[in-house]
T-cell receptor, first 115, second 117 residues
Framework: DAGVIQSPRHEVTEMGQEVTLRCKPISGHNSLFWYRQTMMRGLELLIYFNNNVPIDDSGMPEDRFSAKMPNASFSTLKIQPSEPRDSAVYFC?????????????FGDGTRLSIL | AQTVTQSQPEMSVQEAETVTLSCTYDTSESDYYLFWYKQPPSRQMILVIRQEAYKQQNATENRFSVNFQKAAKSFSLKISDSQLGDAAMYFCALLMYSGGGADGLTFGKGTHLIIQP
């Protein structure tokens, strides 16, 4: 079975540019999560969706960050305008959602470098 | 708010030996779940083991087992017969039971496990 698919795997861009990260969750999974990993702050939850609806975006650092889930098989995380401090690995994860304590399955992450 | 603390930034163990990674957490809730994830240099996040807080029995998965002490809010991971492929960052994570569906994980800062051949 295909796992969570993220693209691109690496992204290098200049400060001020718009960055779009993409995620395809595992088919049949109802919940989708975006995390950010940095050396200083570790792994942080940015936002998550249940049945395509954003539930908690309190982890989104600034208005420059936005996330959408237009359908059950696709989500985007957008940064506009990007800044060097946004450099990090961004992970997408999904799980069944229904039923408590379902483990989250992670994609391979996108390493983002803002110059 | 909940927190997860991993007090060992790095651990080293000889191949075939046993090592224990520590994790403590803080939450005011009684229903929650605990996980250990492994992150090798490839940066994949791989689920190692899962524990339900309402279960007293410690979870085991082959060479991996946990020591779950709910009163002490402690959740350590024991790796038996360590193998070179076990070398990775290990993250302890807490998931609250939201009742209405999924919720996000709270992670510790991780422990870097080195396996000495």
């Amino acid at each position: 079975d295909a796992g969570v698919i993220q693209s691109p795997r690496h992204e290098v861009t200049e400060m001020g540019q718009e960055v779009t990260l993409r995620c395809k969750p595992i088919s049949g999974h109802n919940s989708l999560f975006w995390y950010r990993q940095t050396m200083m702050r570790g792994l942080e939850l940015l936002i998550y969706f249940n049945n395509n609806v954003p539930i908690d975006d309190s982890g989104m650092p600034e208005d420059r960050f936005s996330a959408k889930m237009p359908n059950a098989s696709f989500s985007t995380l957008k940064i506009q305008p990007s800044e060097p401090r946004d450099s990090a690995v961004y992970f997408c994860a999904s799980n069944l959602g229904q039923g408590a304590g379902q483990p989250q399955h992670f994609g391979d992450g996108t390493r983002l470098s803002i110059l | 708010a909940q927190t997860v603390t991993q007090s060992q930034p790095e651990m080293s163990v000889q191949e075939a030996e046993t090592v224990t990674l520590s994790c403590t957490y803080d939450t005011s809730e009684s229903d929650y779940y605990l996980f250990w994830y492994k992150q090798p240099p490839s940066r994949q996040m791989i689920l190692v083991i899962r524990q339900e807080a309402y279960k007293q029995q410690n979870a085991t998965e082959n060479r991996f087992s946990v020591n779950f002490q709910k009163a002490a809010k402690s959740f350590s991971l024991k790796i038996s017969d360590s193998q070179l492929g076990d070398a990775a960052m290990y993250f302890c994570a807490l998931l609250m039971y939201s009742g209405g569906g999924a919720d996000g994980l709270t992670f510790g800062k991780g422990t870097h496990l080195i396996i000495q051949p």
